[in-house]
Every structure is written in structure tokens, then in C-alpha cells.
């Protein structure tokens, strides 16, 4: 048996898309599953759609997210080059083999003829098949015209799929297609062919679209003499709802906008593995030596896979949270505080609350801001909880908590500071004429001397973050305005 060869071949028509990722990332995992080769490959044969950048944007792309290659455009390799716009002289040969065999010639045909014949089949209310209009003779073609494959005229065309099974097409299927055009590039139809035949590719990995395409594709391996490679069909990714394709409105975002909204790669390569892939358990989460041993060709689904964004985000903070406190700060990606030792106190509350790195800056520069940034506080604010019926409570409890706060240990867990609080919390809540409010009535004023805001995490973690001295220095800030 041949090694097991497979093969990327994005066009560089702009940025990299979840669907695109997911063909490159199944195709990736087989190969390292097999100990074959994975290659990258660029079809840049349409230079009208090219637009500038895309190559290294694909390069970034893949390798943030993981994806190595074994023979590309940056690495070179035994059947180099691997864009296809510096292969056009691979692409002549093979199509004067088939024109030379009879199974290609010139298109006879100018733009305006093409036009009326297909005019004339609309008119006539049958379909126009190019093949219908193929010349009788064969003149010798000198590239000056566009080279045309010669279909052949088979009733049904019948192959097999790793993933679908049998499949099939009628001979409406197979018409006379180009081969090179006029300007001596190659179209899709048949550059990828010669390139798979080249580089030994043995197995293509593909969406559902290419289907209609592939018995012209097998017809040209049959001309050619060459036996085809297995294909595995993908299915489509589907939006939101599970009822049509993905589109740029749904989420189908650059790859590198997940990067900058914080994704881990690893939390989206396991993502994307899992749509349209079934491990045939419950598992959820794989890392990228976990899904290369158990992934496999036969257990990608049929059915249409729905992109779920919210298990997307719930993926990403699984993988958050097993990272280390410095690994954690690293992918913060923010400039560490002087007293480093707040934020890496913080990194529990970070891995608790946020899904995305992103997330996670923002609650550093918004509600987190007050481990860092000393508060500005508001007389009116710590009196926002105040019972009527008991005036100078959150005087009172700010001092009686104070008392608490400075018997504590420096280093004290959050749970440590609840525990003593709670009691002398709990006292107040079932005194005075409304039998309840006390608890938030000490409590409230100590988390907004604490943090300076309306929205914070609990005075118990903010203590244990903040540390017993500087706590102190805050809560009788705060007691000094009410007392003035």
C-alpha cells in the first residue's frame, strides 16, 4: 500500500474561513494518524479573484492554529513548486499528452458563438451540453486557443465514498470542459487533478460541492491513464438555527478574528473536530495528540453540522482554565501591573468568569480595575443600602467588618474572609423594625469601599486579592466619608 498522502489546496481569494480550517484540519489529522504526509498547496490559477495577501494570511492562519505541513510553499519540498501559477509548464505537458491521445482539442468556438448556441438550447428548452457542438475533426493545438477536455459518452457515472458510499451521476454530469485557457492557465478542473497526480496524493478530503464535479474529474484520471485518489466528502457547517449553510452573517469570521476575540487554538481546533466528526462516545474535549489517535475517516457524519458558537465559548474556558497561572497571564496579553502578585491572585476569579481571553482583559480594564487603580468613592453610594429604620448602619458595620478584616492573615482565601464575616453579617439581618436588610446593608457599603463600583466581584475575594493591609486602607477611606 501506498503511504497515505493528503493535501490542503486553499485559493487565495481572501481570508480564512472555519469551513476552509476544518477541510485542512481532518485532511492534517489523518496523515499524522497514518504517518503519512500532509501537504499545503496554493491554487491560484483564477489571478482575477486573487486578492493581495491572502498566501501568508492562509500560512498565519494555519499555523496558529496548529496545523503543520510537511511540503508547502514556505517549506519547498520533493514535488516543488507548490503554487500553481509557477506549475504552468507541468500543466502544458499533460495537456498535450491528452491532446495528442484525442482526448482533448481547441475550442473552435468565439465568446458571441458560445453565447448564441446557448441561447438557442434556452430557447429550445433543453440543456446546453458543450459536447453536443464539439468539432468533427481534431486540429492540432498551438495554446493560442482554450484546450478542451473530450467527455466521454457515458450513461452513468458510479464511484465510491469514503464517507457518503456509493454515489453516482447521470451523463448530464460529464460535458466538454477547459482544460487551459486561452491565457495559458489552467482551470481548477484540471490543474488539481495534475497536481494530486504529482504529488501522490492519496486520499482528498473535500466538501460536499465538489460531488457534482467529480465524474469530469474521473473521466480526465481515466484519459490520463492514472487511478484516482480515495474522497472523503465533508458535511456542510451550518449556521446558528442547523437550517442552512454558515455564512459571514452567521459567524463564518476570519480564522484570525478568533485569535484576537481570545480564543485558545487548541479549544477551536477541538471545536472544529467535532463538527461533522463523531468519536463515537460522549467526549467532548480532545487535544490535538487525542484527536489525531482517535480520529477517523469512517466516522464523519453525513449530516449537516450546526455551529454553535455558544459551545464554542464554553470550549474556549475549558481549555482557559487548565492553563497555568502563568501561562494564563501570558495569553492575557496585557502589560503585567507592578504588583504582579494581585494579578495573578486574580487569575481564579479570570478563569471562573470570562470564556475568551478578551473577555477576560475587558473585566481587567472594567470591574477588575479596582485591584489595581485605587477607587474614588461616593458618600451617597455607601449609604446607597442604608435602612431607614436604622441610620448609621453602614457606619457601624463598616467599622465592626474593619475590626474583622485587620485580625485576618495577610494571605487569607476568599472562603477564610466569608467565614469571618459572615457571622457579623448575619447578625444584622434580623434586626430593626423590618426584620431584614442588614446583611446588605454592611455588606454592600464594604464591597463598594472595597472596589469603588457599582458592579465588583464579592468583598470576600476582592479582601483576599487585595490582601489585609490594603483592604484596611480602603474600608477606612470609606468609614472617614461617612464619619465627615
Not at 10 to 38: C, D, E, I, N
Not at 281 to 307: C, N, V, Y
Not at 401 to 424: H, N, Y
Request: with cysteine; charged share 30%; glycine share 8%.
Amino acid at each position: 500500500m501506498s503511504p497515505v498522502v493528503t493535501r490542503f489546496a486553499p485559493s487565495p481569494t481572501g481570508f480564512m474561513h472555519v469551513g476552509g480550517a476544518r477541510t485542512a484540519l481532518f485532511a492534517w489529522l489523518y496523515a499524522r494518524q497514518k504517518g503519512g504526509r500532509f501537504i499545503l498547496r496554493i491554487e491560484d490559477t483564477d489571478k482575477e479573484r486573487e486578492v493581495a495577501g491572502s498566501i501568508p494570511h492562509i500560512i498565519e492562519s494555519l499555523s496558529w492554529l496548529g496545523i503543520e505541513w510537511d511540503e508547502g510553499p514556505d517549506k519547498g519540498g520533493p514535488r516543488a513548486p507548490y503554487i500553481q501559477s509557477e506549475r504552468l509548464t507541468l500543466y502544458r505537458s499533460y495537456a498535450e499528452k491528452l491532446a495528442a491521445a484525442g482526448h482533448a482539442y481547441p475550442d473552435p468556438y468565439s465568446e458571441a458563438e458560445l453565447e448564441a448556441l446557448r441561447t438557442n438550447a434556452e430557447a429550445e428548452k433543453r440543456p446546453f451540453l458543450y459536447r453536443d457542438h464539439r468539432p468533427e475533426g481534431t486540429e492540432p493545438w498551438d495554446g493560442k486557443k482554450p484546450l478542451r477536455f473530450r467527455a466521454p459518452r457515458i450513461a452513468r457515472y458510479e464511484w465510491d465514498d469514503v464517507v457518503r458510499g456509493r454515489l453516482s451521476a447521470g451523463e448530464e454530469a460529464i460535458d466538454d470542459f477547459i482544460l487551459i485557457k486561452s491565457d495559458g492557465y489552467p482551470t481548477y478542473n484540471f490543474a488539481h487533478i495534475v497536481d494530486d497526480i504529482e504529488m501522490k496524493v492519496t486520499h482528498v478530503i473535500r466538501g460536499e460541492e465538489f460531488i457534482s464535479s467529480t465524474p469530469k474529474y474521473l473521466s480526465v484520471y481515466e484519459a490520463l491513464g492514472e487511478a484516482p485518489p480515495a474522497f472523503a466528502t465533508m458535511p456542510p457547517i451550518l449556521g446558528p438555527t442547523g437550517t442552512k449553510k454558515l455564512s459571514k452573517r452567521d459567524g463564518a469570521k476570519d480564522i484570525l478574528d478568533y485569535r484576537s476575540d481570545g480564543y485558545l487554538p487548541v479549544a477551536l481546533m477541538n471545536f472544529l473536530a467535532l463538527l461533522g466528526w463523531n468519536p463515537g462516545t460522549d467526549r467532548e474535549f480532545f487535544s490535538p495528540k487525542e484527536l489525531t489517535d482517535e480520529f477517523s475517516l469512517e466516522r464523519i457524519q453525513i449530516s449537516g453540522a450546526r455551529f454553535d458558537e455558544t459551545k464554542l465559548r464554553s470550549m474556549n474556558q475549558h481549555w482557559m482554565r487548565l492553563l497555568s497561572t502563568d501561562a494564563f497571564i501570558r495569553h492575557l496579553g496585557v502589560r503585567p501591573p507592578s504588583d504582579g502578585e494581585k494579578l495573578s491572585k486574580a487569575v481564579p476569579l479570570l478563569k471562573e468568569r470570562a470564556q475568551t481571553f478578551k473577555e477576560a482583559q475587558e473585566m481587567l480594564s472594567g470591574e477588575l480595575s479596582c485591584l489595581f487603580d485605587k477607587p474614588i468613592l461616593a458618600k451617597e453610594q455607601l449609604l446607597a443600602k442604608e435602612l431607614p429604620d436604622r441610620p448609621g448602619l453602614a457606619l457601624s458595620g463598616l467599622r465592626k467588618l474593619s475590626e474583622i478584616v485587620g485580625s485576618l492573615p495577610d494571605d487569607v482565601t476568599a472562603q477564610a474572609v466569608k467565614d469571618a464575616l459572615m457571622p457579623a453579617a448575619d447578625n444584622e439581618e434580623s434586626a430593626g423594625q423590618a426584620g431584614k436588610g442588614g446583611r446588605g446593608a454592611i455588606l454592600w457599603p464594604l464591597r463598594y469601599a472595597l472596589s469603588g463600583k457599582e458592579r465588583s466581584p464579592d468583598p470576600f475575594t476582592l479582601i483576599s486579592i487585595l490582601g489585609r493591609e490594603e483592604s484596611l486602607v480602603r474600608i477606612r477611606e470609606a468609614i472617614g466619608i461617612l464619619e465627615r
